[in-house]
């Protein structure tokens, strides 16, 4: 490489670098002082995680986070790659549907030109699913080969005792074909991560074993002791750690590897229990950097099953080592975790501290994605403990900070605010509700869908139209409960008790929140649905009933009555609207 450099400048560049082995990052390593003074640019290509952010790290290098393509780049590629041309109509179905993800984009033009499916598929999950399965008997290779890895070679697969050797070489090609595989280095390589992860998640778990063994003893017989890493992984994979010789420090990168793959997923519980055997090994390495990954990974597991408590516990334990550590940029988004807790526990002035504490040290250290993530979330604590003018600051420097790093979901989030709404804005608020919508939408960020939905009910009862409000109140229920119930099912059945005119209706959103509520669901949603609640029983008329909610919320430690304006305050015995007054 030194000697290729002396002829000129070189762009090094390596992919997946999210499944880097030890040996590699040692490399890189070398690389990084070996040539420091060499014209070398070094390019690595990752998904996001405690894998990439140890690599920036160690090598001093610096970090580009790449957002989601926009509306007009999404129909460019998919112009681009459709081989005819398809009609404007199908063309902005493949946009909205793809979120500005280039595999998912490629892969709905490929599915639509095919025919493969009477529809658009409406996750990346299902265009991969479809891809594997248009390949016939041929999908069964693609299964053997996501085991050996992202690239292999054909003596690989020949080695596996399922396989026929006559029509391995057909099956190859017919998966070179679909664009399933692509020739590299003398052998194939998935084209994408995504393809082989599709492909291995399909396969039953004894199958994966076996193969993972097969693979291990195939190599072992030949020698290949200069693959160690390799053969340690298909061993572990056959459920072998004994043999596989790895030190404690090894298998819990692995299993903490497994674990983030598993949140992605949605697999709480089999990510929790991962984390439980994890825990185990971490006591027996005892580095901090290993604590501060578990205590994040299962903070962040906890929040959205409504564990409070117990996420707030593992944040907080993760700030300690942050600390503990004196690495800034840990110590703000563990901060940034306990402001999360502190706020799915209703704690509004704890949250609010927890983020302007990961704002103001993201800030002093040039964290700029941090400070964008985070400076929203500060701005929406600040509005509902009144601090209005902050609030608006916050909100609009973060739209702002979204827009010009390209983070469509950073946007979302920063212009997620009911600040317009609770200020009596109703046209602004309207108009920011229904935009988010279709940006959510597009995102596939359902549970920002149905929370938007759900503001845009409230603008409709405040401008008297009721059965509009009913509508949107319970698509967003419907939302809610198929994708996010713990997040904000309970205040979705709040506005829509509200919107109803049936007493019937109403009561029986109200008792089922209430239930959900009691079942220990994300306390914040009390912020709203116990507003919800007073208002739908003084407007069913039901005096006595429209305190209860005000009540519960006040006798809460901690809690307070929300008095933002006069569109949101809360009611007084003497002043019970009935509807239409």
């Known amino acids: 490489l030194a000697r290729r450099l002396a002829a000129g400048p070189l762009l090094l560049f390596i992919e997946d670098i999210h499944w880097i082995d ?29 894998r990439a952010d140890d690599l920036t790290d160690n090598l001093g290098g610096t970090r580009i986070d790449l957002a989601a393509l926009d509306g007009k780049e999404s129909a460019l590629l998919v112009e681009a790659v459709a081989k005819t041309r398809l009609p404007p109509a199908t063309c902005q179905r493949i946009v909205e549907r793809a979120g500005g993800l280039p595999l ?3 892969e709905l033009t490929g599915v639509v030109e095919r025919g493969e499916s009477d529809g658009i598929p409406v996750s990346l999950q299902e265009s991969l699913l479809a891809r594997l399965d248009s390949v016939g008997s041929a999908k069964r290779v693609a299964q053997l080969a996501s085991v050996v890895g992202r690239s292999f070679r054909r003596a690989d697969l020949a080695s596996l005792a399922e396989l026929n050797d006559q029509h391995l070489g057909a099956a190859l090609d017919r998966l070179l074909s679909s664009g399933l595989l692509v020739e590299r280095d003398g052998g ?8 082989q992860d599709a492909a291995y998640e399909t396969l039953l778990h004894s199958t994966r074993r076996r193969v993972h063994g ?8 030949q020698g290949s002791s200069t693959e160690p890493e390799v053969i340690a992984r298909h061993l572990l994979g056959a459920g072998r750690p004994a043999e596989a010789g790895a030190d404690d420090a090894w298998e819990l990168a692995a299993r ?12 709480a519980d089999e990510a929790l229990a991962e984390l439980e ?21 299962r903070g962040n597991i906890l929040f959205p099953l409504g564990e409070a408590e117990r996420c707030l516990a593992s944040q907080q334990a993760a700030l300690s080592v942050a600390r503990r550590m004196a690495d800034p940029e840990a110590e703000a988004r563990a901060l940034s975790g306990v402001g999360d807790a502190q706020f799915a526990r209703a704690r509004l002035a704890s949250a609010e501290q927890a983020y302007d504490a990961c704002v103001k040290i993201a800030a002093q250290h040039g964290l700029e994605a941090i400070v964008s993530a985070n400076i929203s979330l500060r701005g929406h604590m600040r509005l509902y403990l009144c601090r ?3 609030a608006r600051q916050d909100c609009q420097q973060a739209v702002e900070m979204a827009l010009a790093a390209g983070d469509r979901r950073a946007e979302l989030t920063a212009r997620g605010s009911c600040l317009l709404l609770e200020a009596g804005e109703l046209s602004a608020a309207n108009r920011l509700f229904v935009d988010s919508v279709q940006l959510a939408e597009e995102l596939e960020a359902h549970r920002f869908v149905a929370l938007n939905l759900m503001f845009q009910a409230k603008v409709a009862l405040y401008w008297g139209a009721g059965a509009e409000a009913l509508t949107l109140g319970q698509r967003a229920v419907a939302i809610a409960r198929e994708t996010a119930p713990r997040f904000c099912l309970p205040m979705t059945l709040g506005v829509v008790a509200r919107a109803a005119d049936d007493p019937q209706v109403c009561r029986a959103a109200l008792a089922e929140a209430e239930t959900l509520m009691a079942a220990g669901y994300l306390a914040y949603n009390s912020l709203w649905l116990y507003r919800d609640a007073a208002l739908a029983a003084a407007e069913q008329g039901w005096p006595d009933e429209s305190w209860r909610g005000p009540r519960r919320w006040a006798s809460r430690p901690g809690g307070a009555i929300l008095t933002i304006s006069p569109a949101g ?10 509807r239409g007054g």
Do not use: N
């Not at 903490?256 to 697999?267: G, Q």
């Open 277 to 297: 055997l994890s825990e185990v090994l971490a006591a027996r390495v005892d580095r901090d950097a290993d604590w501060l990954r578990l205590h994040v990974l």
């Open 188 to 195: 194939y390589a998935f084209r994408h991560a995504l393809f």
């Open 22 to 50: 030890p040996t590699t990052a040692e490399l890189l390593a070398l690389l990084r002082r070996r040539l420091a003074k060499q014209p070398l640019l070094l390019l690595l290509a990752s998904r996001p995680g405690a």
């Open 214 to 221: 097969e693979i291990a003893d195939h190599r072992i017989a």
């Open 104 to 106: 998912f984009l490629e």
């Open 388 to 390: 209005i003018d902050e």
């Open 569 to 578: 305050r809360w009611l007084r015995r003497d002043r019970l609207p009935r």
């Open 256 to 267: 903490l590897d497994l674990v983030e793959s598993l949140r992605i997923l949605d697999r």
